[in-house]
């Protein structure tokens, strides 16, 4: 506080200072970070647009081949499948992750329950994990012979759901998607709970009286105030979707038979293991594209719709 | 293929002892005339503890030796293929580097300039000796890196690596069994252990590329030398939908129908199908010389290895072999002469001797430091049958720079019992047909 008042002092004893002089010293103040930011975030991206219109291993000269690059994409098989698997992936981390959170919101924080704490930070942990740990931990949950999963099935009497997960061209995708939610849950159940402790317990004690019960609380009381938290949530883990690699990367490698290739993990062979630089960087510049228009309709979509209310 | 067994190599915990390492009596008398003092930069694949600690070693007395010293890195095989082409592009990039060999790899630096030709080394030191052709041919190039299989030679590889059948001497005398001399009596002895209760062939494919190798084992016995090397080179149009190639898919399905493989082995690492094996899991398993230093000390009686055997006993068989990665020097390199004199240091003898003392096999493997009876003796008789015999085959994702996915992808769906045999081996031509076309109109 003492600091801000010191600060408007200072703002105020500079009376004779000429138009648009003020703006310039705090461009002045940006510059170190501007540049820093121009060298390594917006000069890589030029330089990726700039490849994604050129023929280019990687390391020798390139050719400028023009649009060629994204008309290829749009043959290219792997990579519409590819398109197809992350929006599957989008769904297993954002609606399963968010319902499963919101659930579990509404449950933890009505009552209170002894050890609260541990649960919380118990279920924030896959988050905190690396993503070659949690590969790993799953590729041998997954193991259909020694895998936990597999036994405590065929323990159960389940032989018949027994399976060999990863590898299995249908259950691969859906396999892989399940870590997602499971890595996911616990950030969005952190960011909802810490959400529900702002809304004034007065809210709950009207409707109570008015005879609201504990799911139509939920939907009138619970849910609008999370709002923000929702939004916040969707995105990120939406981005994290759509960029999933190092998870593919570790547990299947896009098999079986490219039915878990992603996005990102299809940039990576074509950039490192068959020096196609010019074209992988035509599949960054997409899933860019992609992102921002994502990100952007849902900021937008949300900001409207609190405007309303 | 070797991107799964490098890199899995990195992951495996060295569980050899340490190899009594020692050139003592072998050094020539050392060259210290050079006044003026050398060092050079060295990226090598030797990432396994024991291999390290050889290789350094090795270093240590090349040092010795010549006065040159060495500044060593060790890279994982993913590392090493990310950074090999831009660190030898550069100027002041590595003097030798321990590459892949193939087209997108080997080949891509050779049409971009940046490896010294090595041919002319490899008459000076008399490389040609311990490199027989077939194996020279792997790590050949024309001069605009187009051609693969001919010209110069780009790299020197120092090891050999083959795929063959581990199997579990305990089990094979449990079922009465001795090694197979023909095919027909291999499969017989698979329909044996079946019928016991045992896993006939330990095997996991989750990760992809053992397929290569188990789907190739089956191939080669019914290609010819050939049409394997004509295929793999790129030469007069091959194609991969020959009944051969049909037959092999065939035999594969007939394997897993009949329940052959380790139950649900499409969801079973590489690294987990092993250590089941070394744990008593399965009669044999089809995979790489490579895995050799894991199950060399498993409790008695251990594993003996075997070529697959022929259809025909007087008819030998084609099996999955070629070298380790290759050593290759930068062209931009200062250091031309300092840098061949290293790479024969490693090919040397000595150098080969101290190899086979950790349980590697050079390309020139003295039979006298292998044991008769050992599973390390098997491996290196094996080897000597396939140089004798000319029999080495190839690692079949050599063919086109996206075969390796291509095929991955196609076996997996093959031994996933997803498509037929004659549909897979299109699948295969579709991405060598579009292969050969680019390079014939480039």
């Known amino acids: 506080m003492a600091s801000r008042a010191a600060e408007a002092g200072g703002r105020g004893s500079t009376v004779s200072r000429r138009p648009g002089e003020r703006a310039r010293t705090a461009y002045l103040y940006l510059l170190p970070g501007f540049l820093i930011y121009v060298v390594f975030v917006l000069l890589p991206v030029a330089q990726t647009v700039g490849y994604s219109f050129t023929e280019w291993d990687g390391f020798s000269a390139a050719k400028w081949t023009g649009l060629k690059n994204y008309r290829d994409l749009l043959d290219d098989k792997l990579f519409l499948g590819a398109v197809g698997h992350n929006l599957v992936l989008i769904v297993f981390y954002t609606v399963f992750p968010i319902a499963l959170a919101l659930l579990l919101t509404s449950l933890l924080t009505r009552r209170s329950i002894k050890g609260m704490n541990l649960f919380r930070a118990g279920l924030f942990v896959p988050q905190v994990m690396s993503m070659v740990v949690v590969g790993v931990v799953w590729r041998w949950i997954y193991n259909p012979v020694s895998g936990p999963l597999n036994q405590v099935l065929r323990g159960a009497g389940l032989d018949a759901w027994a399976r060999p997960w990863l590898g299995d061209p249908k259950l691969a995708l859906p396999a892989v998607g399940a870590i997602g939610t499971w890595v996911s849950f616990g950030f969005a159940l952190v960011l909802f709970i810490a959400g529900v402790q702002r809304i004034d317990e007065d809210l709950y004690d009207a409707a109570k009286l008015d005879g609201a019960n504990g799911i139509q609380q939920f939907l009138a009381i619970t849910l609008p105030a999370l709002r923000n938290e929702v939004t916040v949530v969707l995105v990120t883990l939406m981005i994290s979707a759509l960029r999933t690699f190092d998870l593919i990367y570790v547990t299947t490698r896009g098999g079986p038979a490219n039915r878990t290739m992603v996005v990102a993990f299809l940039l990576y062979k074509n950039a490192f293991t068959i020096n196609r630089a010019g074209y992988a960087a035509a599949i960054a510049v997409v899933l860019t594209i992609v992102i921002l228009i994502v990100s952007y309709v849902v900021i937008t979509v949300r900001m409207r719709t609190s405007e309303e209310a | ?442």
């Open chain 2, 1 to 442: 293929m070797r991107t799964g067994t490098h890199s899995r190599r990195t992951m495996l915990k060295a569980t050899a002892g340490a190899a009594a390492l020692g050139l003592a009596g072998a050094r020539p008398a050392a060259r210290r005339a050079a006044a003026q003092e050398t060092t050079l930069t060295v990226w090598d694949n030797w990432t396994r503890d024991v291999d390290s600690a050889m290789i350094d070693k090795l270093n240590a007395a090349f040092t010795e030796q010549t006065g040159i010293k060495l500044n060593r890195t060790s890279k994982s095989f993913d590392d090493l293929k990310a950074t090999a082409k831009l660190a030898l592009s550069s100027d002041d990039g590595p003097d030798v580097v321990q590459i892949n060999q193939g087209l997108s790899d080997m080949g891509a630096m050779v049409k971009a300039g940046i490896l010294s030709d090595l041919t002319p080394l490899s008459k000076q030191f008399g490389w040609d000796k311990v490199l027989p052709p077939s194996m020279a041919a792997r790590n050949s190039f024309s001069a605009d890196g187009k051609v693969f299989g001919e010209g110069n030679l780009w790299g020197m590889p120092i090891t050999a690596e083959f795929v063959g059948v581990y199997y579990s001497k305990q089990k094979m005398a449990d079922l009465g069994l001795k090694p197979a001399t023909t095919f027909d009596e291999f499969e017989q002895s698979l329909a044996a252990a079946k019928a016991k209760g045992e896993i006939p062939i330990q095997w996991g494919d989750l990760d992809g590329w053992p397929a290569i190798h188990t789907y190739g084992t089956i191939q080669h016995l019914y290609v010819d030398k050939a049409y394997l090397d004509d295929f793999i080179y790129g030469r007069n149009n091959v194609s991969f939908v020959i009944p051969e190639n049909v037959k092999a898919g065939e035999k594969s399905q007939e394997w897993v129908k009949a329940d052959y493989f380790t139950p649900d082995f499409a969801g079973i690492g590489y690294d987990d199908s092993w250590t089941a094996f070394k744990g008593g899991q399965g009669l044999y398993m089809i995979t790489g010389s490579w895995i050799s230093a894991e199950l060399k000390n498993a409790a008695d009686p251990g594993f003996g290895f075997m070529l697959m055997p022929p259809l025909a006993a007087d008819k030998p068989n084609l099996h999955v072999a070629g070298t380790g990665m290759a050593y290759a020097i930068r062209k931009s390199s200062a250091q031309q002469d300092a840098a061949a004199q290293y790479i024969n240091f490693l090919v040397s003898k000595p150098s080969a001797d101290e190899l086979a003392t950790t349980g590697i096999i050079p390309l020139a493997v003295d039979p006298a430091l292998a044991p008769e009876g050992s599973l390390y003796g098997d491996i290196v008789a094996a080897w000597q049958s396939i140089m004798k015999n000319d029999t080495a085959g190839h690692y079949l994702d050599w063919a086109t720079p996206t075969f390796y996915d291509t095929i991955v992808a196609g076996l997996t769906d093959l031994f996933g019992l997803n498509i037929t045999p004659e549909q897979f081996v299109q699948q295969m031509q579709d991405d060598y047909g579009k292969f050969l076309a680019t390079q014939q109109g480039a």
